[in-house]
């Protein structure tokens, strides 16, 4: 009759021969049957990572945990700040370097003028307590008056920076203040020596005549002659202090002017006192209101 699929039909009279479909799948060899899902009762990761699930293992868990993220933090915040004070430390240790550095560089600079300030503030200290408190002292055999010592030093600071300034030198410069410093310094030395010139002419024979003559001069000669010696003397130290030789024009101008400012000087004190006195006798009306 035909083909059908790999199997044959055969004819037979009046019937078929039909082959049967298992007689080819009984030869092939079946495997075992199925086997039945069970559940996965298996440990899980988390339960192997927090135990076995009971509430004190988690908590137990939980608090290492906390721990541990706690002390990191810690330790991170305590680099950070050791970071930031150690950058502050390098700019506060730059700037004061950097400060000193230049403190350092403006003092190399302004050695003399420092210098010179200083020792007119000293001297300046020292004529203050020596007219303050200083009487007269003997130095070897000179018998120096503290007053005069130290009003010496004044008036050689102040005058000899007054005329440093009006010569044209700039104020309180380098000049100025040299020629303030050796003033003071040549101005004590002058008021020392007018101050003994005065005290050993005051008793001579010399003055005792004079005043015999004119009384006026027994008292005021020996102020007189002790500011010419004083000025004279200053004057010449300052001279050589400035430029190493004396200069006999400025010491003849400078002892005229030192015995001219002690006759001055004198009189003033010797007539303070009566006109004070006067002035104090002068009567102040006085003025009541009544209400």
Do not use: Y
């Amino acid at each position: 009759m035909g083909i059908l699929g790999g199997g044959s039909a055969l004819a037979d009279g009046n019937s078929f021969n039909i082959p049967h479909v298992n007689d080819h799948f009984d030869k092939v060899k079946q495997g075992p049957p199925p086997t039945k899902e069970t559940p996965d009762t298996s440990t899980s990761q988390e339960e192997k990572e927090h135990g076995s699930g009971n509430w004190f293992t988690k908590a137990w868990n939980w608090t290492k945990e906390t721990v541990s993220i706690a002390w990191n933090k810690t330790k991170e915040f305590c680099s950070e700040s050791w970071d930031w004070i150690c950058k502050v430390c390098g700019q506060i240790t730059k700037v004061v370097v950097d400060g000193l550095s230049s403190a350092w560089n403006w003092i190399k600079d302004n050695i003399v003028t420092i210098g010179l300030t200083v020792g007119i503030i000293v001297l300046a200290i020292a004529a203050v307590l020596l007219i303050v408190f200083g009487s007269e002292f003997v130095l070897g055999a000179l018998v120096i008056s503290g007053e005069t010592l130290g009003e010496g030093i004044l008036a050689g600071i102040v005058i000899s920076g007054l005329f440093s300034w009006l010569s044209g030198n700039d104020f309180f410069g380098t000049e100025m203040l040299s020629d303030m410093f050796f003033g003071g310094l040549s101005g004590g030395i002058g008021g020392a020596i007018g101050s003994w010139v005065s005290s050993s002419v005051a008793g001579s024979g010399f003055v005792s005549w004079l005043g015999s003559r004119i009384s006026l001069l027994r008292e005021a000669f020996p102020k007189i002659l002790g500011g010419a010696a004083g000025g004279g003397a200053g004057q010449s130290l300052f001279d050589w202090f400035k430029t190493g030789k004396v200069n006999l024009r400025n010491t003849f101008v400078a002892t005229v002017f030192g015995g001219f400012f002690a006759l001055t000087g004198w009189s003033i004190s010797n007539h303070t006192g009566p006109i004070l006195s006067k002035i104090n006798e002068i009567p102040i009306p006085k003025l009541e209101v009544g209400v």
